[in-house]
């Protein structure tokens, strides 16, 4: 894998910001897209834009074809064991919400618990909160160790034969933890739980086998593994999908509609309510095609060696400090930090004038701003796209940064 080579392929990052060259570490966010995924975006809407499933005119056919391609490349992709398994949606967010609303609602009441952890992103958080407060189950929280990772020594002793629904993020956005998801699925089957797994920073950088890691709903969304927006993957295991209702109605989903009842088609379409995003599912596909040409395990490996990479520079700049594991290879291409005496949005600020882009804030993760106690924080994100001298760059724009902190004050 060369990273200099597969930054060509990029066009956005062939530009100067601020008159400097564009160093972007913001991957966590949103990757950036490649030539073949803008490509394939734009060959459908002037090639063969149409809607899918209903027409037998060509140009539907062909639509159809690719939408139903792409189902395929993201069931391989993690290893699904049907396409029946895969549902498309706009995203993490929607997918967590159909999983709490569609399952939850059904399956959950008073005196169960649901149990995440307090690393979650908000948008594995708010929808348990909610169908909580709905069924009267309790929503329960994993500690973390000091470094931010979860010991299974605690989620044993936190998951009992009450807990129904045990939902755990697979790589923190904030920390980079990867989480012993497998390990946490047997805890939970043990249990009598269902695992459901926030992979969306797992799916763009680990190669991922949802029977391997035995989890009943995985969920991922396309703009973090170089594909579009608004588009997601949602998969469930069959046999939990089949019971459960779909949470939207209407065109696309039904199978009959008569004036006061209706019946819906089979999966995975029953819970694709509406025309889908077909373009976003193009994109996706072709983004699939994309990393798995450059091939997961180097990408990971990449990242690990640009962790290792950052946590050894970061290191060294003083008052400087880094959230998470401090072995790189327990963590994914995220190093989240604060300069002290400076607010991390004054960071951001600053390394964006020298052309770097990173995020500050809380990053969707209140809960374990307050677990670090910090309102806020700064992060840097890699990807297959970044290189050391992007790192290099970055530990000279914290250093400058501190300085000009320390001559203002």
């Known amino acids: 894998m060369n990273p200099y080579e597969i930054r060509k392929l990029f066009p956005i990052l062939d530009q100067e910001v601020n008159g400097q060259p564009l160093v972007y570490l913001d991957s966590a966010a949103t990757s950036q897209k490649p030539v073949s995924v803008i490509k394939a975006v734009e060959d459908y809407y002037r090639g ?36 029946e398994e895969v549902i498309f949606t706009r995203g993490t967010t929607t997918s967590i919400n159909t999983v709490a ?20 992103h908000h948008s594995n958080i708010i929808p348990w909160q909610q169908i909580a407060r709905e069924t009267g189950a309790t929503l329960k929280y994993v500690p ?25 993020m697979h790589v923190s956005n904030v920390l980079g933890v990867i989480n012993p998801i ?3 699925a047997a805890i939970a089957h043990q249990n009598g739980a269902v695992m459901v797994v926030d992979g969306a920073q797992s799916a763009p950088h680990l190669k991922i086998d949802v029977r391997d890691l035995d ?15 608004g588009i997601g993957v949602l998969y469930g295991k069959k046999e939990h999908l089949e019971k459960m209702e779909p949470i939207e109605f209407g065109g696309e989903m039904i199978d009959f509609v008569g004036l006061y009842e209706s019946t819906w088609k089979e999966l995975p379409w029953k819970f694709e309510g509406g025309t889908p995003i077909i ?5 996706l596909g072709a983004a ?13 490996a990449h990242e690990h060696k640009l962790a290792a990479y950052a946590l050894e520079k970061m290191s060294a700049i003083e008052g400087l400090t880094i959230y998470g594991p401090k072995d790189a290879s327990q963590r994914a291409g995220v190093v989240t930090f604060n300069i002290e005496d400076v607010h991390p949005h004054d960071v951001a600020t600053v390394l964006d004038a ?31 796209y970044n290189t050391e001298e992007d790192i290099d760059k970055l530990v000279e724009g914290l250093v400058k940064t501190k300085e000009y902190f320390s001559n203002v004050f």
């Open 215 to 229: 989890c009943d709903f995985y969920a991922f969304s396309g703009h973090k593994m170089v594909g579009p927006t």
């Open 144 to 168: 973390l160790q000091q470094d931010g990772t979860i010991s299974l020594d605690d989620m044993k002793e936190t998951v009992t034969e009450h807990t129904k629904i045990v939902s755990i």
């Open 288 to 300: 699939i095609d994309f990393l798995e040409e450059v091939g997961l395990e180097n990408i990971e």
């Open 354 to 384: 020298e052309g770097i882009a990173v995020r500050a804030g809380h990053h969707c993760a209140q809960p374990l701003m307050k677990w670090l106690d910090v309102s806020s924080t700064a992060r840097a994100s890699f990807y297959l």
């Open 101 to 120: 609303r569609s399952y939850g609602g059904a399956n959950l009441s008073e005196g169960d618990e649901i149990v995440i952890s307090y690393m979650e």
């Open 182 to 184: 497998k390990e946490i």
């Open 48 to 83: 063969y834009n149409s809607n899918v499933h209903r027409g037998v005119h060509t140009l539907g056919t062909k639509a159809t074809d690719a939408y139903e391609g792409a189902r395929e490349k993201a069931r391989k992709f993690i290893n699904a064991a049907s396409t």
């Open 279 to 283: 373009a976003g599912a193009i994109g």
